[in-house]
C-alpha cells in the first residue's frame, strides 16, 4: 500500500468503503427522491441541494483534493488517477451534498412534509450501506486527513456565528434560535456520519468517535448563518414553488420569527 495512505491513516482520517453497487442504488434513490420533490412542487428545495452537490465537489476535489492534498482515494488498494477521483468525488459530493442541503432546507422553512422527508433521508443512510453488501466487496476506499485545515474551519465557525449574534444584539431582536440552528447544522452531519460508522463503510478505529464529534459540530455547522441568509433572501420573494410573492402577502420564514411586515 502507498506510503502516503499509510501516513494519512495515522491522523483524523474520515474514511468511505463502497462498491460499485452501493453507487448504483444510491444514485436510483436520488433520482427517486428527487422525483417526489418536485412533485410536490419543492423547487427551492431542489435547487438548493443541487447547489449543495455543487459545492460539496468544489470543496472536495478542489480544495481536499487538489489544493490541501489530504484527500486519497484507492480503487483495488492502488491511489486513484485524477479523473478517478474526479468520477468519484463527484458521485460521493452530489449524493450527500444534495440530500445535506435538502434536510437542511426544509428543516429552515419547517416543511409541511418534514417528517416524512427527513425519515427518507436518514432512513436511506441507514439502510443504504446494509442493502449495498449484496454487491459484493468495497473495493473503492476514500480517505482525507483533517488535520491541514479543520483549525481554519473552527475560526470560521466561531466568526460565522458571532457576526450572526452581534446582529441580533445591535437589532435587539432575536430572530433566529442560535441553538435551533446549530442543532440543524450538527444533526444533518452527525446523522450521515453516524451511519456510515455503524454500516461499517466508515471503518471503527481509535479515532472515530473523535472524527465523528468533530465533523459533526464544525464542518457543516460552520456554513448555517450564510444558508440562514441565503434562506432568507430565497423566501423574502419567492415562494417555495418558485412563484412571485404578492406585495401583501406573508412569505413563510421557516424558522426565522418575521413576517413580510417586518422586513
Known amino acids: 500500500m502507498n506510503n502516503q495512505f499509510l501516513f494519512l491513516i495515522e ?3 474520515p474514511t468511505r468503503n463502497l462498491n460499485l453497487f ?5 444514485t436510483i434513490f436520488l433520482i427517486i427522491f ?4 418536485l412533485y410536490k412542487k419543492r423547487y427551492q428545495t431542489v435547487i438548493f441541494g443541487i447547489f449543495g452537490g455543487i459545492l460539496y465537489l468544489i470543496v472536495d476535489y478542489g480544495g481536499f483534493y487538489l489544493l490541501a492534498d489530504s484527500r486519497v482515494i484507492l480503487i483495488n488498494n492502488q491511489i486513484a488517477s485524477n479523473f478517478e477521483t474526479f468520477l468519484i468525488l463527484t458521485r460521493m459530493s452530489l449524493s450527500y451534498g444534495f440530500t445535506n ?18 425519515s427518507l433521508i436518514i432512513g436511506w443512510w441507514i439502510v443504504a450501506p446494509t442493502i449495498s453488501e449484496l454487491g459484493g466487496e468495497a473495493i473503492i476506499q476514500t480517505s482525507r486527513t483533517t488535520n491541514e485545515y479543520h483549525g481554519l474551519m473552527g475560526v470560521v465557525l466561531v466568526v460565522s456565528y458571532l457576526v450572526l449574534i452581534i446582529l441580533m444584539l445591535v437589532k435587539k431582536k432575536m430572530f433566529v434560535n442560535i441553538l435551533t440552528l ?3 447544522g450538527i444533526s444533518v452531519q452527525l446523522a450521515w456520519e453516524f451511519a456510515l460508522l455503524i454500516n461499517g463503510i466508515r471503518p471503527m478505529n481509535e479515532l472515530s468517535i473523535k472524527t465523528l464529534i468533530v465533523n459533526s459540530c464544525v464542518e457543516t455547522n460552520l456554513g448555517m448563518p450564510l444558508i440562514l441568509l441565503i434562506f432568507y ?10 412563484s412571485k410573492v404578492a406585495v401583501n ?11 413580510r411586515k417586518a422586513v
Do not use: H, M, P
Not at 428527487?34 to 420533490?37: A, G, K, R, S, V
Not at 435538502?102 to 422527508?117: G, N, Q
Open 11 to 13: 491522523q483524523i482520517t
Open 22 to 26: 452501493y453507487i448504483i442504488i444510491d
Open 34 to 37: 428527487t422525483i417526489l420533490l
Open 101 to 118: 442541503f435538502v434536510f437542511i432546507w426544509v428543516c429552515l422553512a419547517k416543511d409541511k412534509y418534514l417528517k416524512i422527508w427527513l
Open 182 to 184: 446549530n442543532l440543524i
Open 233 to 242: 433572501l430565497a423566501r423574502k420573494n419567492f415562494n417555495e414553488n418558485l
Open 249 to 259: 402577502e406573508n412569505s413563510e420564514f421557516g424558522i426565522l420569527k418575521l413576517s
